[in-house]
């Protein structure tokens, strides 16, 4: 292979390449006041590999509440079609499993041991009291009441499973920008006049 074609193809998996798959994922999200979009976190996630998988928070000052959706359609965005899974509120006590962490005066939340079969999910998660429409919409719709604000991680393992666990891959909803491709295309126009210089010179 060519310097110029090592080039394009290593641009090419830099801009192109997915993500690779792993036993856990996580992602943390701040939480804002109810009314507003930051008002709920939601970790995009794809199945790889079928199993066994624990999903639970770590939200050190909030009360989550957690929900599992599946993506039926595949259009990466949470319908009213799209069927929920699991949800859960307290269950990830501390001391109930060592990855249990307290939430402020309260506890996170875990959806444990959840057969997943390959394909993408949406892990939505806000502070009590949290509804499946409020999750299904993007934003906690208490307005006029405290809500408590702050990071929270959302987790997804199957590294407790063994055999029996999957894989899983963040799923990005950033599209490629123009200038990933104007920079493709800026490699092969520097490759062209190269190879044109080098043909020149052993003419």
């Known amino acids: 292979m060519t310097k110029f074609a090592s080039l394009i193809a290593a641009a090419s998996l830099a801009l192109f390449g997915g993500p690779a798959a792993a036993s856990t994922l996580s992602a943390t999200h701040t939480l804002t006041q109810a009314g507003t979009v ?6 995009q996630f794809q199945v790889t590999q079928a199993g066994l998988f624990d999903i639970y928070t770590d939200g050190p000052t ?3 509440v957690l929900y599992l959706i599946a993506d039926r359609d595949g259009n990466g965005a949470i319908d009213a079609s799209d069927p929920l899974i699991a949800s859960n509120d307290d269950s990830c006590r501390v001391g ?3 990855f249990c962490n ?5 506890h996170n939340s875990l959806i444990e041991a959840q057969s997943l079969s390959l394909g993408t999910y949406f ?5 009590y009291s949290f509804s499946v429409s409020e999750a299904r919409s993007g934003i906690n719709g208490r307005l006029g009441e405290t809500q408590l604000v702050g990071d929270v ?9 063994g055999a ?18 104007m920079m493709l295309g800026a490699f092969a126009m520097l490759g062209a006049g190269a190879a044109s210089r080098r043909r020149k010179r052993s003419a």
């Open 153 to 161: 991680t959302t987790f997804v393992t199957s590294a407790r499973y």
């Open 62 to 64: 909030i009360d989550p």
């Open 102 to 106: 307290q939430a402020g005066a309260w």
């Open 164 to 181: 029996r666990g999957g894989t899983v891959a963040p799923v990005s909803a950033v599209p490629l920008p123009a200038s990933g491709f």
């Open 123 to 127: 892990a939505v998660v806000s502070d």
């Open 38 to 43: 930051g008002s709920v976190s939601t970790l």
């Open 96 to 98: 109930f499993r060592s």
